[in-house]
């Protein structure tokens, strides 16, 4: 693999458009959607999933980022093919940032490096500056750059900033470290002219000065007047801030009733715009892939059925949100759920109480799944910078959707997706014991202390000039919810110990469903793995189920002493700093996983609403 090969999860991630990258001797910015380069039919594979793409499509129509009047296609990233007769498809990354800092060489004076540009560099590699001395000096991109909270990035001014709002100088800069540390109070940028700062000063509110709304990863400035409030605000180059992807993930679900149906949702990207039996002749004709697939079966009779799947009757269940419509069909109760095939989207079978809680030690569970092959699709439909974007406000929305972000690119009808295949286990808690657990006076009490965490919160955000209105976390402030969370967390720690996967591999779905009026409220929780091919299905997961109930009892025993204890225990919400103010007794020590495998990034998280611990008594589920 060369050094400039990412795989396409990280495309789909962390390396998504916007992002800056280090590379061996550069560092770049992933361009947008619009430079991306295929090359071929070959190095792209579209990713058929109808029900995230219908429903990224209805909850993005009012979004600017989305301007289509039909759903967005799925495509993966450009795939190597690994064919060094040609050449392979590519991700255009301009260079960012454009400014430099020399190395030191033999006679230059100790902590103090020529600051350039990009344009300075020798050509035409640009990897050196040759000054008046004629040597010869490597140059590594400079650490620091500036963006705002709409996504906006940028270079920072240094020569405007140094002289006070003045660029006329043009004098030698230079960067000068007077300690050991990367500290910014010991770095400072020089000029000859007798100007100079340190980099602590970039941190104060409005010295970088307006944005002026450039894109580098699309190539332009952003058309739309931003006016941000803090103004442009400092970036470290490589900190984890610069990015954060907006990712939409479901779990695919068996739609189909018979073989043609399947072929037929296999291709749904080119037969779904066929309008007449004509059109299908069409596809066939001109799609191999097509062709083969539908060779048993005439024009008119695919016609017909690709018209039956999109009547009103099967549109019902793409407009649902789907958690929905994966919780509605794990926690049906059927013996067998989808099909047991190496190409099936989902297999599955409820397991009958006899075979895994014998003795009636867990009666808080009221079913349990093992999932023997799942396929998760993931799909970047924009990024933040500086924090997440809150989710909309509605119930259950948490595929992801955020309600605002930057764009990938400037004109495009399709977003990069890629599919993953795994495996894992899925639970339900008896609704009964949920309605006794939720009217417990333990419980209110505690529920009280973490919602004045929450009222806390949001006041930190409002003085910081941020968006603080607790309506817009959803269902993750219940009580259920939280339990549920750190119950998948405790989950996931002690399956890593069991199965052999790496705890960093094994990801979480939480299912909390609005109940009806005087109805008990649907809780879930999926413990899964995924990998790209067919290496998330080595069994492990599965095969867990079959100790289930002890695998609960040490997970739960875990948790009521905590090495952190008795400082994690006592933890108070509303005494907490920003975001620690979202959870209660949770640490590294006990509930904390990878920041990959949670999906509400550590937050909503305690232990006590799982089991009594030093600090608090009678609220636990499992007490």
Not at 12 to 33: I, N, Q, T, Y
Not at 139 to 167: M, N, T
Request: glycine share 8%; hydrophobic share 40%.
């Amino acid at each position: 693999m060369s050094n400039d090969t990412i795989r396409q999860s990280q495309v789909v991630g962390v390396f998504g458009p916007g992002a800056m990258l280090d590379l061996p001797e550069r560092s770049v910015v992933v361009g947008g959607l619009d430079r991306w380069d295929y090359r071929a039919a070959t190095t792209v594979k579209p990713i058929e999933e109808r029900r995230l793409s219908e429903w990224l499509h209805a909850r993005l129509a009012d979004d600017p980022r989305w301007n289509q009047d039909h759903p967005p296609q799925l495509r993966t990233p450009p795939i190597d093919p690994n064919d060094r007769r040609t050449t392979p498809p590519a991700i255009v990354t301009p260079i960012f940032p454009e400014w430099f800092a020399c190395d030191t060489v033999e006679g230059d004076r100790s902590g103090r490096r020529r600051f350039v540009r990009l344009s300075d560099l020798q050509p035409p590699a640009r990897k050196e500056h040759v000054a008046d001395d004629r040597k010869r000096r490597r140059a590594s991109p400079v650490r620091f750059v500036c963006g705002c909270a709409k996504g906006h990035l940028q270079d920072i001014e240094w020569r405007r900033i140094l002289h006070e709002g003045g660029g006329s100088c043009r004098e030698q800069m230079w960067l000068e470290d007077s300690g050991t540390s990367a500290d910014p109070r010991d770095t400072r940028v020089v000029c000859d002219c007798g100007a100079s700062l340190t980099l602590e000063e970039l941190f104060q509110p409005f010295r970088l000065g307006p944005c002026r709304g450039e894109r580098p990863w699309i190539g332009d400035m952003d058309p739309t007047p931003y006016d941000a409030p803090k103004r442009l605000q400092l970036l470290t180059r490589s900190a984890t801030n610069t990015y954060f992807p907006q990712v939409a993930t479901v779990i695919s679900l068996p739609e189909v009733e018979d073989k043609l149906a399947g072929l037929i949702q296999a291709h749904w990207s080119v037969l779904s715009d066929c309008a007449s039996v004509a059109d299908v002749a069409g596809a066939r004709r001109f799609n191999p892939q097509v062709r083969a697939a539908l060779t048993d079966y005439d024009d008119a009779e695919v016609f017909a059925r690709i018209q039956s799947m999109t009547g009103p009757a099967d549109s019902a269940p793409a407009a649902r949100n789907p958690r929905i419509a994966e919780f509605a069909l794990l926690a049906s109760g059927r013996a067998l759920i989808g099909e047991n095939a190496p190409d099936a989207l989902l297999h599955a079978e409820t397991l009958d109480r006899a075979v895994w809680d014998p003795a009636g030690a867990l009666p808080q569970i009221d079913r349990l799944v093992a999932v023997h092959r799942l396929r998760e699709v993931s799909c970047l439909y924009g990024f933040t910078r500086f924090e997440p974007a809150m989710l909309a406000s509605e119930d259950l929305e948490d595929i992801g959707l955020a309600v605002e972000g930057a764009p990938l690119g400037k004109h495009f009808d399709w977003l990069p997706t890629i599919e993953q295949f795994g495996e894992g286990f899925f639970l339900t808690f008896d609704p009964n014991c949920l309605t006794e657990w939720l009217a417990r006076p333990a419980l209110h009490r505690r529920a009280d202390q973490i919602a004045a965490g929450v009222r806390q919160w949001g006041r930190m955000r409002r003085e910081r000039g941020l968006r603080g209105d607790h309506k817009e976390l959803g269902e993750k402030l219940r009580p259920d919810y939280i339990m549920a969370h750190g119950f998948a967390h405790a989950l996931m720690t002690e399956v890593a110990l069991d199965c052999g996967y790496p705890a960093s591999a094994l990801k979480e779905r939480i299912y909390v469903l609005p109940g009806l009026p005087e109805e008990p409220v649907s809780v879930g929780v999926l413990i899964y793995t995924a990998s790209a091919g067919t290496q998330g299905t080595l069994g492990g997961l599965v095969e867990v189920t079959r100790r289930f109930p002890a695998l609960v009892a040490m997970a739960l025993e875990r948790l009521r002493i905590c090495s952190g204890d008795p400082v994690c225990a006592d933890h108070v919400p509303a005494n907490a700093d920003e975001d620690r103010t979202l959870h209660g007794a949770a640490c590294h020590a006990c509930l904390l996983v990878a920041e990959t495998s949670c999906e509400a990034r550590n937050l909503f998280l305690d232990r006590a609403l799982l089991v009594d611990t030093i600090g608090v008594a009678a609220g636990g589920f499992f007490s």
